[in-house]
């Protein structure tokens, strides 16, 4: 079920916007190689990547990278899923924010994004 609201197009969309203000989706047909599109206002492509590695129900594996020709970092993105029995951890690896100063000062926004969707995640995944 994690899996689902993690990959399922239609349930990013409850949970993406309260990582990021402003996107709407997250889209990929979650293949080895496909595209990854996170997707803001009028579906404008604001960052994007590529599936590094994906074990169905266990591990996604992703780069992430600004649609801004300026720009050219990339982080990788590891959803890992280890199934207990009556639930799912989730552990969520989000690039290398120790990098750079600049970098490192985005740390705080991403961590509380996260700390906002993961509760509607879990939420979402019980729901059904």
Known sequence: KVWKVLTDVNLTRHWIRL????????????????????????????????????????????????????????????YEFEKHDHYTLITISMGNFGDTHEHELCYPGALAGWNRALPKIKKLAESF
């Open 19 to 78: 990582m990021w203000d402003g996107f709407q989706t997250v889209e990929s047909d979650w293949k080895l190689g496909s595209d990854v599109l996170w997707k803001g206002a009028r579906e404008k492509t604001e960052f994007y990547g590529k599936i590094l590695s994906i074990k169905l129900n266990k591990l996604i594996e992703f780069n992430f990278v600004l649609n801004d020709p300026n720009i050219s970092k990339q982080e990788i993105i590891t």
